[in-house]
């Protein structure tokens, strides 16, 4: 008999209501779940802890390939999660090859940046 190790990721109500995340496009919330899938725990229920939360990078060719989308549709996506505060840069890559943007995802942050839109928004910190 075959045995199937499930994991997921716990997503609270009150993130899924809010104005945030009810306003992304499709691409945005599928670019969401995407990084949430790039995020590695230690531990188990409320003792999980991210251990590369700040540090999620962006594989946009694995994107792009599984949603069809263009780059375009991707840099849109990512602009509108960090302007709602799902997404912070932690780190700006660029400098070289294969230097790439850094990611905290800020859904189960002790005060999320998420909660606070619409009335903050994080426009000034899109690249």
């Known amino acids: 008999m075959a045995k199937f190790l499930i994991k997921g990721i716990w997503f609270p109500n009150e993130l899924y209501f ?17 990084l949430l899938n790039e995020l590695r725990w230690r531990g188990k229920g409320r003792n999980r802890v991210y251990i590369n939360n700040g540090e999620v990078k962006l594989n946009s060719e694995s994107f792009l390939n599984i949603f069809h989308y263009t780059k375009a549709t991707l840099l849109k996506a990512r602009n509108q999660l960090i302007e709602v505060g799902l997404i912070k840069i932690t780190y700006q890559g660029g400098s070289f090859r294969g230097d790439s943007n850094m990611y905290q995802l800020q859904h189960d942050m002790p005060h999320p940046r998420w909660k606070n839109y619409p009335s903050k928004n994080w426009k000034d910190e899109i690249p």
Do not use: I, K, M
């Open 18 to 34: 809010s104005p945030s995340y009810q306003e992304l496009t499709l691409s945005g919330r599928n670019l969401f779940w995407f």
